[in-house]
Structure formats: C-alpha cells, structure tokens
C-alpha cells in the first residue's frame, strides 16, 4: 500500500526533474545572464574577505554605482549622443558610464576600508549602514531626476555567434550559452578564471590567502597588512562597481529604485556556498540563476500534465521568491560546514614598533 501511494509522488519528482533538465537546456543563455550580478557581487566578497574583511554592503554599493553609472551615461549621451554605436553596442557614453560606475562602486569601497581597517569600526555595521544610505540617496536623487526626465544612453548588446557555429551539435550550444553576451557578462566569466588562478599560483594569491588566515604572521615576514587589505578592498570595489553597471548599461537600460533586489545578498550566500573561491561562487551564482529562470519559465511556460496541474495552483509570488528561498535553503545547509578565513572580520592593529 505505501508503495502505491510513493508512486505518484515519484512520478511528480521525475517530471520537475525532467521540466528543470528542459528549462536548463533550453534557457541557458539566460541562466548566465542573470547570474552575472551575483557573480560579480560574489567576486567582490572574495576578493575582501580573503583578505579578512567583511563585507555585507555589496548590495548597496551595487545599486549605488548602477544610479552613478546610468546618470553620467546619461548625461554623456545627452551632450555628445552616438549614432554608430560599435560591436556590441559599444558606445563613448557607455564605456564613460562603466568607467563612472566603477569609480562609485571603488569610492564607496574606500569607505568602508576607511571604517574598517583604520577605524576598526565593526564591519557589519559599516556594510549595513551602505546598504541604507545607498537606497535613501538613490531612491531621492532618482526621484528628484524622474521629475525632468533624462532619456538613457542604452545599453550594451550580446556577441551573437554565427549562425553555423550555434548550428553544430553541443558545441553551438555551448558557445551560445558563454559567449552570446554582453561585455559586463563576458569580462565576468574571464575574471572568475583568472582569479581562481592567482588566488592559488600566485604571490598576491598566497599574501591574501595569509592575511586572511593569520595577519599577525604574515606580517611577521614582511607583508603589509594594512596595505594589502585596503588593496584588495578597493579592487572589490571595482567589481562591484561593474555590478552596478550591469543592471543599467547592459541589462536594462535604465535605473529603478532598489533595482539590485537583493542581489547583494545573495552574492554573499554565493560566496559561502563556493567556499570562498571563484570558481565555487560563479557554481553558486549559478545556482541562483537557474532558480530564477526556472520561476520565469514555471510562470511563461509551465510544465504540462500532472506536474502543471499541480504547479498551477501555487501562487506566482512563490516562483518570484525562488531565488530568495534557494538562498535561505543553501546558507540553513552550508552554515557549519563552509569555514571562512580564520581572521575573516577582526580588525588589525600593527604591533607597536620597539624604540
């Protein structure tokens, strides 16, 4: 009797897994694509927690150097609009408003290494009170702007692959799915891989990797503390700064109040789960996308039979709220497990020099 009541449920599970391997091969362009901000975000928490820094404000600064970006794009293309924009979409405005947004995302970056290493503030509160005021200063400079209206700069396009290259079995499909994109995407799928390798081979790797695990040593043999912490958050700064430009300057075009939706947060979930390395954020990342895409695919085109009947009646807001709750499920079964660096949030004092 209980296997034939465990037999439905088993039909049920075989379908969504069927629907999921569907919607992954069909929507894996997307996938990427929406997991872009979060591997960017992600990359940012690596590149200051490695170092032994936390930081909770990568959401804020996101949203910050999307508002920045999108205006000075804006204002770029008001004075000086282009007509013949280049390959994928390059324009003098959007490359002057990638270059504003990552000179906002490493501006507040400097902040919150100011509060951080110098002041030794707590790190959560400094990252916390980003987030705040990056939404208040946004939210009123953005509504102050909607008033008199300034029309957008764009944004980028995606590198299409020729048509015979995406026709060729596996292959195509491989190339549509990490090539057909944007400059913000791509360049995020080349910094994953070029930090995942000097974070193990090579000497700015091995200095991070040791002031993250015990500052005090490695300053012992000679290695600046301070100096590197304050590098590596800065350089986090641009990498959220090219967050921020994704959301206006090659997804959407334009700026919304609060548009990064948490995305920085979940970077942070990414970056726990992946165990504090890139390859293993941009995996997470991932994960994130293919719930995304899946609660658009379940709303645009749900699965058919049992499975759909069932889905049907669950409310849309649940599918929108994927994302959110793979984030709550992911950090409820990683917590425990995935350890941080050993110095990750405690501030450094160098040691008083003998006279």
């Known amino acids: 009797m209980d296997v034939v009541l465990h037999l439905p449920v088993i039909g049920l599970v075989l379908q969504f897994l069927g629907y999921l391997l569907s919607v992954m091969a069909t929507n894996g362009q997307l996938i990427i694509t929406l997991s872009t901000p979060i591997a960017l975000g992600a990359l940012c928490g690596f590149m200051n927690e490695r170092s032994g820094v936390v930081n909770i404000g990568i959401e804020g600064m996101m949203l910050f150097a999307a508002f920045v970006g999108w205006y000075v794009a804006a204002l770029v293309n008001g004075g000086a609009p282009t007509t013949n924009p280049g ?8 490359l002057v408003g990638v270059v504003a947004a990552i000179a906002a995302g490493v501006a507040v970056s400097a902040l919150h290494a100011w509060l951080s290493i110098t002041v030794r503030a707590n790190q959560i509160i400094s990252g916390t009170i980003i987030n705040i005021e990056a939404l208040a200063i946004t939210g009123y400079l953005n509504l102050l702007i909607s008033q008199n209206p300034i029309p957008s700069a764009g944004n980028f396009q995606s590198f299409h692959v020729p048509a015979q290259a995406a026709s ?3 292959l195509g499909w491989v190339m549509t799915t990490f090539l057909g994109h944007g ?3 791509l360049t995020m799928l080349v910094l994953v891989i070029v930090l995942q390798v000097l974070l193990y081979r090579s000497r700015w790797g091995l200095r991070s990797r040791a002031v993250g695990e015990h500052p005090r040593a490695a300053e012992t043999l000679g290695i600046d503390v301070i100096r590197l912490r304050y590098r590596n958050v800065l350089l986090g700064g641009v990498l959220a700064g090219l967050a921020g430009a994704w959301f206006t300057l090659e997804y959407i075009g334009t700026f919304q109040g609060g548009m990064t939706n948490g995305r920085g947060f979940i970077a942070l979930a990414a970056l726990i789960f992946g165990r504090w390395t890139p390859i293993g954020a941009f995996g997470a990342a991932l994960v994130f996308g293919i719930a995304d ?5 379940v709303q645009f085109n749900p699965p058919t ?3 759909g009947a069932l889905l049907s009646g669950v ?15 992911v950090l409820a079964g990683v917590v425990g497990r995935s350890i941080p660096p050993a110095a990750d949030g405690q501030p450094y004092e160098r040691e008083a020099k003998a006279t």
């Open 87 to 94: 390959p994928l979409g390059l324009t003098f405005p959007l």
């Open 168 to 170: 060729v079995p596996v």
């Open 183 to 185: 400059p913000i995407t």
């Open 293 to 297: 895409t899946l609660g658009q695919a």
């Open 305 to 307: 039979g049992d499975l």
């Open 315 to 329: 409310p849309e807001q649940v599918f929108s709220a994927l994302p959110y709750l793979v984030t709550i499920i």
